[in-house]
């Protein structure tokens, strides 16, 4: 018998309710309540860093970009779960819905049904 072959399903891609330069609320955690802006979203693992939350110090020695080495604060990986989208319109979190625009899917704020850019 020859061997099988094995046929690799389509992946599904998940799709997040936040992404790249949304401004977020932290609703857990030891950063609870704080907002900031996503700087950079990992998909794979469901983590953002966030600008100002969840900041950890990494001792370093020195290198070419920090030629005195030391105790550097920088901010460390967020779960997507304890993230919500701040409303646009209202300033506040809120949870985010999908509608069919002119033919095109677009992310829009459940408290004040506002179309999210």
Do not use: W
């Amino acid at each position: 018998m020859g061997k099988k072959r094995i046929q690799q399903q389509k992946r599904f891609k998940p799709k997040f309710h936040v992404k790249k330069g949304d401004v977020v609320r932290v609703i857990s955690g030891d950063s609870k309540g704080v907002e900031g802006r996503i700087l950079q979203m990992d998909t794979k693992n469901g983590r953002a860093i966030v600008e100002g939350v969840n900041i950890v110090s990494r001792h370093t020695k020195p290198n070419a970009e920090h030629p005195q080495g030391g105790i550097i604060k920088k901010e460390a990986p967020v779960p997507l779960c304890k993230l919500m989208l701040v409303d646009p319109k209202t300033g506040e979190a809120t949870r985010v819905g999908r509608r069919v625009e002119d033919g095109k899917i677009v992310r829009y704020a459940k408290k004040s049904g506002e179309t999210i850019d």
